[in-house]
């Protein structure tokens, strides 16, 4: 799932392996006034879930958290 929030652009899409989803995001800021979009954080696997929807909510949940954390 991919949406946008605050200054940042947030890639909430999980990992399908098997059977089981696992929690990750990329988050982007634009840097520049044409749009251009630069990766700033990539979270890594923040768990397994036995569904998509409960790892993309624990991937969005941990780039909310990260971009109040870090935004301007």
Do not use: T
Not at 18 to 30: E, M, S, T
């Amino acid at each position: 799932m991919k949406f946008d929030y605050k200054e940042f652009h947030i890639d909430a899409s999980p990992l399908d392996e098997g059977g089981h989803y696992y929690a990750r995001a990329k988050i982007y800021r634009r840097a520049s006034a044409d749009g251009d979009a630069v990766e700033v954080k990539y979270s890594g696997d923040l768990g397994d879930y036995p569904s998509d929807a409960g790892a993309i909510e624990a991937a969005q949940r941990w780039a909310i958290q990260w971009c109040d954390a870090h935004g301007a």
